[in-house]
């Protein structure tokens, strides 16, 4: 049973998927490596080396740990191991991606990425409009929508917004888009001319 620690980087992971591919004594014979995880850059690194790679479900890790309850990232690897070993020709071998199924899972990873970042933008941009320029906050709903950026870009200062005409706001709402842009250039009037 080989043990000891990897670096979490590119070289680690070489220098891992080397020593597992050195032990096996004949190139048709099985390495098996167990891991917790069925994903990650680690199990990405054993299954491109070709390796045998099974993953144990951590609940089974957790069920032979001693009663102290005592944890440590060797104990760990020593219960992943035993659970591996035990369970044998029982172990559910994961195969590398298909190149479709790398790809999907990649735009997928980088769907849920672009889907958490306009929090990250929007929430210091709403911090700052309601402190240099609140009544934006108050007329657009949310910052998100083609309507806040567009009505910023035509009247950058507060003071530009309250000379403009309601014909001007209604023009620059209606080429947003902005669905019924004569009510909301209506009632982004009166918020406008109120007293800041």
């Given amino acids: ?9 590119a070289a680690g992971r070489a220098s891992l ?4 591919r050195a032990r096996a004594p004949a190139p048709a014979e099985v390495v098996v490596g167990v891991v917790e995880r069925a994903h ?3 199990m990405a690194a054993l299954l491109e080396a070709g390796l045998w790679v099974a993953p144990v479900n951590p609940q089974t890790v957790d069920r032979t740990r001693p009663a102290s309850g005592a944890k440590s990232a060797q104990l760990e690897a020593l219960l992943l191991a035993r659970a591996g070993r035990s369970a044998g020709p029982d172990l559910r071998r994961v195969r590398p991606d298909t190149p479709v199924l790398a790809e999907l899972k990649t735009l997928t ?7 958490r970042q306009p929090t990250r933008v929007v929430n210091p941009l709403s911090a700052c409009l309601k402190a240099s320029y609140p009544v934006v906050t108050e ?3 949310k910052l998100t929508r083609p309507v806040a ?16 005409r309601e014909a001007e706001l209604r023009t620059v709402l209606h080429a947003a888009p902005c669905p019924s842009s004569a009510q909301k250039a209506a009632r ?6 109120a007293p800041q």
């Fill in 109 to 115: 990873r980088d769907a849920a990425r672009l889907i």
């Fill in 40 to 42: 990650g850059l680690l």
């Fill in 17 to 20: 998927t080397a020593e597992r």
């Fill in 149 to 164: 950026p567009a009505f910023l870009r035509a009247f950058p200062p507060l003071a530009q917004a309250r000379a403009a």
């Fill in 139 to 141: 007329l657009c709903d």
């Fill in 188 to 193: 982004f009037w009166a918020p406008l001319h």
């Fill in 1 to 9: 049973m080989l043990s000891r620690r990897v670096a979490h980087r």
